[in-house]
């Protein structure tokens, strides 16, 4: 069973008394928990697990014909997945130690506290969910590669730490908790976000918002919604978007901004999954998934006070780091060509062909902005590009602002530049030789003959360099 199902199976409640029965199972009910189940003779609790699956049992302990602690047992050693709560009117500590080492999971003294109940359970059920999720990465760990890599089709990548990510996604796609994704801005928080949705096999969408610049009444009103009348202008009722979410994905980008007032909302939705709209007397479920990304610095946050510290372990139940562009340098020629041939598909031109020499330039910058950066430059030199070979200018122009290129100047009034000018790995002569014979060509405007001119060789010679070029990248 995956580990979603878990967290939907029925809650069984277990006592001879009728009255706390139906009282228990009301209040699970309107915590959230659909399915809940009674029975007042402990005899008919072995018959109905061999039936069907359970999520949790809360069983008294002293009852007719048979114990509860007789039935712990048997459950504990036929089931041991299944968590188990004990409730007694014995405030006894030895009978209490007994049942914990029997099996039990909890111990609760009778008359029971609803909030209690319903934090008991809560914890239980997420135990189980949470114990069943190890289970499941420790065995996809054990691969170097996802299970489903359509999943991941959207993500261009050839990146071990990448691949090590999807594994860990595939692991916890299916779990009701949060999860908060991290990393620089442009590095691709939420494409992880759609894997996550898609492996999850959830009903609903994923719904997106960035939460950046909303102030807690508009956060509240997004989320949320708001009562008819609730403030000047709220003619009619409002659902927010965990409402149109249902029980698929909400994304919340930017999660580093949020005021303390927003954050202190998101953490009463996360803990018991209910929410006030604005305006509202009576609280509202949601079983959307919540997922957060932010590029900021969360646990230096929390150090600094801008962060709730019990938000923040909350949303970190399952925590992903994306690396930067320049720790997956590996993954720069397919992204390049990747976008190379989608920004030509948008412009409706032939992709044109990309000299190896971009690489080398690339592979030298460090990537401020990540993914999205490459994207743009990408963008922009297909856009200027009038030939069949993609024109470096573009990128270079970029890559100047942030740092010295290789090459440049290196043969100003036919003086060599200073080693200074040089990146930090010195090119081949092959890839210098390419690098030359793509300028040249780009100066000349694909005249040959002029290429030839400006790099001091014959046309003949130049045009065998050509074509052993292109017989070597076919």
Same mark, same amino acid.
């Given at each position: 069973?995956?580990?979603?199902?878990?967290?939907?199976?029925?809650?069984?409640?277990?006592?001879?008394?009728?009255?706390?029965?139906?009282?228990?199972?009301?209040?699970?009910?309107?915590?959230?928990?659909?399915?809940?189940?009674?029975?007042?003779?402990?005899?008919?609790?072995?018959?109905?697990?061999?039936?069907?699956?359970?999520?949790?049992?809360?069983?008294?302990?002293?009852?007719?014909?048979?114990?509860?602690?007789?039935? *712990?047992?048997?459950?504990?050693?036929?089931?041991?997945?299944?968590?188990?709560?004990?409730?007694?009117?014995?405030?006894?500590?030895?009978?209490?130690?007994?049942?914990?080492?029997?099996?039990?999971?909890?111990?609760?003294?009778?008359?029971?506290?609803?909030?209690?109940?319903?934090?008991?359970?809560?914890?239980?059920?997420?135990?189980?969910?949470?114990?069943?999720?190890?289970?499941?990465?420790? /065995?996809?760990?054990?691969?170097?590669?996802?299970?489903?890599?359509?999943?991941?089709? /959207?993500?261009?990548?050839?990146?071990?730490?990448?691949?090590?990510?999807?594994?860990?996604?595939?692991?916890?796609?299916?779990?009701?908790?949060?999860?908060?994704?991290?990393?620089?801005?442009?590095?691709?928080?939420? *494409?992880?976000?759609?894997?996550?949705?898609?492996?999850?096999?959830?009903?609903?969408?994923?719904?997106?918002?960035?939460?950046?610049?909303?102030?807690?009444?508009?956060?509240?009103?997004?989320?949320?919604?708001?009562?008819?009348?609730?403030?000047?202008?709220?003619?009619?009722?409002?659902?927010?978007?965990?409402?149109?979410?249902?029980?698929?994905?909400?994304?919340?980008?930017?999660?580093?901004?949020?005021?303390?007032?927003?954050?202190?909302?998101?953490?009463?939705?996360?803990?018991?999954?209910?929410?006030?709209?604005?305006?509202?007397?009576?609280?509202?479920?949601?079983?959307?998934?919540?997922?957060?990304?932010?590029?900021?610095?969360?646990?230096?946050?929390?150090?600094?006070?801008?962060?709730?510290?019990? *938000?923040?372990?909350?949303?970190?139940?399952?925590?992903?780091?994306?690396?930067?562009?320049?720790?997956?340098?590996?993954? +720069?020629?397919?992204?390049?060509?990747?976008?190379?041939?989608?920004?030509?598909?948008?412009?409706?031109?032939?992709?044109?062909?990309?000299?190896?020499?971009?690489?080398?330039?690339?592979?030298?910058?460090?990537?401020?902005?990540?993914?999205? /950066? +490459?994207?743009?430059?990408?963008?922009?030199?297909?856009?200027?590009?009038?030939?069949?070979?993609?024109?470096?200018?573009?990128?270079?122009?970029?890559?100047?602002?942030?740092?010295?290129?290789?090459?440049?100047?290196?043969?100003?009034?036919?003086?060599?530049?200073?080693?200074?000018?040089?990146?930090?790995?010195?090119?081949?002569?092959?890839?210098?030789?390419?690098?030359?014979?793509?300028?040249?060509?780009?100066?000349?405007?694909?005249?040959?003959?002029?290429?030839?001119?400006?790099?001091?060789?014959?046309?003949?010679?130049?045009?065998?360099?050509?074509?052993?070029?292109?017989?070597?990248?076919?």
């Amino acid at each position: 069973m995956q580990c979603k199902d878990l967290g939907k199976l029925p809650i069984l409640l277990v006592d001879d008394e009728a009255q706390l029965l139906h009282s228990a199972s009301l209040v699970l009910r309107s915590a959230g928990f659909a399915e809940v189940l009674t029975l007042d003779d402990s005899r008919a609790v072995l018959p109905l697990l061999a039936s069907r699956p359970i999520g949790v049992i809360v069983l008294d302990l002293t009852m007719p014909h048979l114990s509860g602690k007789a039935l *712990l047992e048997q459950i504990a050693a036929e089931y041991p997945e299944i968590p188990l709560i004990m409730m007694t009117a014995t405030n006894d500590l030895q009978v209490a130690v007994e049942c914990m080492r029997s099996g039990a999971s909890d111990y609760l003294l009778k008359p029971v506290e609803q909030s209690c109940l319903v934090a008991a359970v809560r914890r239980a059920v997420e135990s189980r969910v949470l114990r069943a999720e190890f289970l499941s990465l420790k /065995e996809r760990m054990l691969t170097n590669s996802p299970h489903e890599p359509s999943a991941f089709a /959207e993500i261009v990548t050839q990146s071990p730490a990448m691949f090590a990510i999807f594994r860990y996604i595939e692991a916890i796609a299916a779990s009701p908790q949060p999860v908060l994704i991290t990393g620089e801005t442009g590095a691709g928080k939420e *494409l992880i976000a759609r894997a996550l949705h898609r492996l999850s096999g959830r009903a609903g969408d994923l719904v997106a918002v960035n939460v950046a610049g909303l102030d807690d009444t508009l956060f509240s009103d997004t989320l949320f919604g708001h009562a008819k009348g609730s403030f000047t202008g709220a003619e009619r009722a409002r659902d927010g978007l965990l409402a149109s979410t249902g029980e698929g994905t909400l994304f919340l980008d930017e999660i580093g901004d949020l005021s303390i007032a927003s954050q202190v909302k998101l953490l009463r939705l996360l803990q018991d999954g209910s929410f006030y709209p604005i305006g509202a007397d009576r609280p509202r479920q949601s079983r959307a998934r919540i997922i957060v990304a932010t590029h900021c610095d969360v646990r230096r946050q929390v150090d600094l006070g801008s962060f709730r510290k019990d *938000l923040y372990f909350r949303l970190r139940t399952h925590h992903i780091q994306l690396p930067p562009l320049r720790e997956r340098r590996e993954d +720069l020629p397919q992204l390049t060509l990747h976008f190379v041939e989608k920004a030509a598909d948008s412009l409706g031109k032939p992709a044109p062909s990309v000299p190896p020499a971009l690489f080398q330039w690339l592979h030298n910058y460090s990537f401020p902005g990540n993914i999205r /950066e +490459l994207e743009g430059m990408a963008f922009d030199a297909v856009a200027r590009s009038q030939g069949g070979v993609l024109s470096l200018q573009s990128f270079k122009d970029a890559i100047a602002e942030h740092m010295p290129m290789p090459g440049d100047g290196s043969f100003a009034d036919g003086a060599p530049a200073s080693s200074g000018s040089f990146p930090e790995r010195l090119p081949t002569l092959k890839e210098a030789e390419e690098s030359l014979i793509v300028e040249a060509l780009q100066r000349a405007q694909g005249n040959q003959g002029v290429a030839a001119g400006l790099l001091g060789i014959s046309r003949q010679a130049l045009n065998k360099r050509l074509i052993r070029r292109d017989a070597e990248s076919f």
